[in-house]
């Protein structure tokens, strides 16, 4: 098995053990894991050095549209969004005495033609309906000093504006919590 298996596995555990604990913690108030535009989600765990994030959100917030690229700027703009996306540093900042470092980024959206999905172009696809898309991103660090991670600061509301909300759920030996951050209130405290 591969160092990236490894570390996928391991993301999908602790990941689905943080959004089950924190699904029991707030039970009172409805899971959900939709599709609303303005919305994004973030869950976040850290466990001994590893920094583990799982970033999900409409592809409205990010490119403005979410059918399958029509003209040759929005093929572009899906390109230049996942560029955006997997430049952390440009998403959000991690306290610098944590000294993480990214081990493994990985964006994806359906809209993009190199998503591994295989969308073939040039089909007509007429039987295209009014369907929704994400854009979904996965970064993993490894921090020298974990216990000074302190806080995360997003960037991301200034880099896709059309994102109104960012609901956060997060996971470390501090313990859960679960928060909106908005564009003005944009930083995470652990
Ligand atoms: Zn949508």
């Keep these: 098995m591969t160092k990236t298996n490894q570390g996928l596995i391991f993301l999908s555990c602790s990941l689905l053990a943080a959004s089950n604990q924190l699904q029991a913690a707030d039970s009172d108030h409805e899971q959900h894991q939709a599709h609303v535009h303005g919305e994004a989600q973030l869950l976040i765990a850290l466990d001994g050095s590893t920094l583990e994030l799982e970033f999900q959100s409409p592809a409205m917030n990010i490119v403005g549209f979410e059918h399958q690229p029509k003209t040759e700027n929005q093929v572009k703009a899906v390109e230049a969004a996942i560029e955006t996306l997997k430049q952390a540093d440009l998403i959000f ?49 490894r921090c020298e000093q974990p216990s000074r991670l302190d806080k995360i600061e997003f960037d991301l ?11 956060v ?22």
């Design 93 to 141: 900042t991690l306290s610098s005495a944590a000294q993480c470092n990214p081990v493994s980024i990985e964006v994806k959206s359906p809209l993009s033609k190199n998503d591994g999905h295989g969308h073939t172009d040039d089909h007509d696809h007429e039987h295209e309906v009014e369907s929704h898309s994400d854009f979904t991103a996965h970064y993993s660090f």
């Design 169 to 190: 759920q997060s996971i470390s030996k501090k313990g859960q919590q679960k928060i909106d951050l908005t564009p003005g209130n944009s930083t995470l405290e652990f």
């Design 157 to 167: 509301f200034k880099r896709f504006p059309g994102t109104e909300q960012l609901e």
